[in-house]
């Protein structure tokens, strides 16, 4: 590499240098930047999906069991949240729930 003695040549060079680096920053914002609006845009079809599935079922007259084998099974969030209520109703006397909810024996209070 040649031997700088000129301050602007020097300070040029780390400047390209630098130019170099930064440009992998900005592919990687711009690449974060499209994630967001990626995930925003899944999250508005995902809750648009919800709402036709659910006006289909409550307006349209159709059952879950009948979309179901037409092709058209829940939005994944409401099978989610099924899957929880299902749990929290199948399991009401969970060995820890006392303790959860500030109970225990007499003599721990």
Same mark, same amino acid.
């Given at each position: 590499?040649?031997?700088?003695?000129?301050?602007?040549?020097?300070?040029?060079?780390?400047?390209?240098?630098? /130019?170099?680096?930064?440009?992998?920053?900005?592919?990687?914002?711009?690449?974060?930047?499209? !994630?967001?609006?990626?995930?925003?845009? !899944?999250?508005?079809? &995902?809750? /648009?999906?919800?709402?036709?599935?659910?006006?289909?079922?409550?307006?349209?007259?159709?059952?879950?069991?009948? !979309?179901?084998?037409?092709?058209? =099974?829940?939005?994944?969030?409401?099978?989610?949240?099924?899957?929880?209520?299902?749990?929290?109703? =199948?399991?009401?006397?969970?060995? /820890? @729930? @006392?303790?959860?909810?500030?109970?225990?024996? &007499? =003599? &721990?209070?």
């Amino acid at each position: 590499m040649a031997k700088l003695t000129d301050p602007q040549q020097a300070e040029e060079a780390a400047q390209r240098l630098l /130019n170099d680096r930064m440009d992998y920053v900005r592919r990687a914002i711009t690449a974060r930047g499209a !994630l967001d609006e990626a995930r925003e845009a !899944l999250k508005e079809a &995902e809750k /648009n999906d919800t709402q036709a599935f659910q006006a289909a079922v409550n307006n349209g007259g159709w059952t879950e069991d009948e !979309l179901r084998k037409i092709g058209l =099974s829940a939005p994944e969030k409401m099978q989610r949240v099924q899957r929880r209520r299902k749990a929290a109703q =199948s399991t009401p006397d969970a060995p /820890n @729930s @006392s303790a959860q909810n500030g109970g225990g024996t &007499e =003599s &721990e209070q």
